[in-house]
């Protein structure tokens, strides 16, 4: 069974989603041993209700550190799900090939220091772009610099709002995520 740790910051639906992908057998031969967030959010809650270790650890400028000591040694995939604190360089690098993060847009375009949430939608749409999605990818000390592991894109039409594209991104981000899981973890 690997095991898998996972950083939230929001409502943790993602986390939900890894969850049930977990339950009916979609992520398979792995379990989510450890929840941490950096502040109190709902994602918090979601891990008591499933009876999973959770820690917050709130922001700062030694996060990284205290997260390292809270991560077991057998700890197979760290996954970022909605989590927005920027890990250290010597974290990332302690952990190289064993972090992911879900993000908001066909990377490379719309990431770095400030894309996150909405401020990608509205990129994506003051830019007129005509088409949008969501990436899953390797944490590396560069934000949203890492390797892709999968992207899936969508259409953006005229309409389209930040609103209305961030739903269709989520619906991306809810397929593409346990597939990427899968991937890594070489199931």
């Known amino acids: 069974m690997k095991n898998i740790v996972v950083l ?9 989603r890894i969850l049930d992908t977990i339950d009916n057998g979609e992520i398979q031969n792995a379990k989510v041993s450890l929840v941490v967030a950096d502040r109190e959010c709902y994602g918090l809650e979601r891990a008591k209700n499933h009876h999973i270790e959770n820690i917050l650890i709130p922001r700062g400028k030694n996060f990284s ?5 809270v991560i077991p040694e057998n700890t197979d ?8 604190s920027i890990l250290k360089p010597e974290f990332c690098e302690n952990w190289n090939g064993k972090i992911i993060n879900i993000h908001p847009a066909l990377l490379p375009k719309y990431g770095g220091k400030g894309m996150w949430g909405m401020n990608v939608h509205n990129a ?14 390797f944490v590396t000390p560069g934000i949203d610099e890492g390797q892709a592991i999968l992207q ?4 953006v039409t005229e309409n389209d709002t930040p609103e209305t594209l961030a739903e269709k991104v989520h619906l991306v981000e809810y397929e593409i995520f346990p597939i990427a899981i899968n991937k890594v973890l070489g199931n």
């Open 124 to 137: 994506v749409i003051e830019a007129k772009e005509k088409e949008s999605g969501a990436t899953v990818h």
């Open 77 to 84: 995939l760290i996954v970022l799900a909605g989590f927005l």
């Open 152 to 155: 899936k894109s969508f259409e």
């Open 8 to 16: 939230v910051s929001g409502s943790g639906t993602n986390l939900q």
């Open 65 to 69: 550190s205290e997260l390292s000591t």
